[in-house]
């Protein structure tokens, strides 16, 4: 068995660019602390939208293997080496927005057995031995079937590693405090006339927004949020970022945050709101084989 470095981090997403504006800064933070930091995207987003008109011609596969590459360089800025595409490239497809026809394709992600999903991302977790998975919340963070279906295999991957040898002891969804989105919408709102987006989004329109009291986790990203906007660039064909906002195609700004919120719903807090996703973690737990 290779050397692991003592604190490795998984992170499950959907689609390529969710990583960077959920944990960006989390996984630069990490990267440059000396983690591994391990992400699986479950499809490529053929079924994006495209903001920059000259390449609005990329449509399906070819859109696919584009985002592709725009993982790759949002990697690069984030110092992230080790990325895979669940059950590797084009196995599951983008499933589209819900209650799209998109959602009834065979071979889209929404469409998968979660339980062989979950097995394929089982063997990524028996390799890499994670002490921290984060994923979306069970409704995806705003109801996309794909994020909605990321966190189904996540979770039964974690339940599934758990039998075969290796217990996750923290798992965390991706989470924004309502009263941190309150106050960047009413900056937004204020500045809105300087920005290169004609409207606002709404805080309903940031996944993942909750009372401010389950949040357990705060991850400072601020010495990291020059990498974190510089992926969300890497991802021309979906983001646009005028920092510190952005927009996705639908040209509604959002805030861009640099720091970073998690629930943690699996296992010990380290203190009461923690700084850290492997706060609590004891010295032997790092690198302990489960039996
Ligand atoms: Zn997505």
Not at 100 to 106: E, M, Q, R, S, V
Not at 152 to 158: G, H, P, S, T, Y
Request: glycine share 10%; net charge negative; aromatic share 6%.
């Amino acid at each position: 068995m290779p050397e692991l470095p003592d604190r490795r981090l998984l992170l499950v997403h959907a689609h390529p660019d969710d990583e960077s504006i959920n944990n960006g800064a989390t996984m630069a933070k990490y990267t440059a602390e000396g983690a591994r930091v391990t992400l699986i995207t479950c499809t490529l987003g053929e079924l994006g939208e495209v903001i920059p008109p000259e390449l609005r011609h990329l449509t399906g596969a070819a859109l696919g293997a584009h985002r592709l590459g725009e993982l790759t360089a949002a990697m690069r800025e984030l110092g992230v080496a080790d990325f895979r595409l669940l059950g590797g490239k084009g196995r599951y497809g983008d499933s589209g927005m819900m209650g799209l026809a998109d959602n009834d394709d065979p071979a889209c992600l929404w469409q998968a057995d979660v339980d062989a999903a979950a097995g394929t991302l089982a063997e990524v977790i028996l390799e890499v031995r994670p002490q921290v998975l984060v994923t979306y919340d069970p409704d995806g963070g705003y109801g996309h079937p794909d994020h909605i279906q990321a966190h189904r295999i996540a979770m039964r991957a974690a339940e599934l590693a758990a039998d075969a040898g290796w217990e996750i002891p923290k798992i965390y969804w991706n989470r924004v405090p309502r009263a941190v989105a309150d106050a960047a919408f009413a900056r937004l709102r204020e500045d809105l006339p300087g920005l290169p987006f004609g409207k606002s989004a709404a805080v309903d329109d940031v996944p993942g927004v909750v009372d401010d009291a389950r949040i357990t986790t705060v991850i400072d990203g601020t010495a990291h949020a020059a990498a974190k906007a510089a992926a969300m660039r890497a991802h021309a064909t979906q983001i646009e970022v005028a920092e510190p906002y952005f927009a996705l195609s639908n040209e509604l700004a959002q805030p861009l945050f640099t720091t970073e919120y998690y629930e943690l719903v699996r296992g010990e807090a380290g203190a009461e709101t923690e700084s850290d996703l492997f706060a609590g973690l004891a010295p032997g737990q790092a690198t302990r084989e489960a039996s």
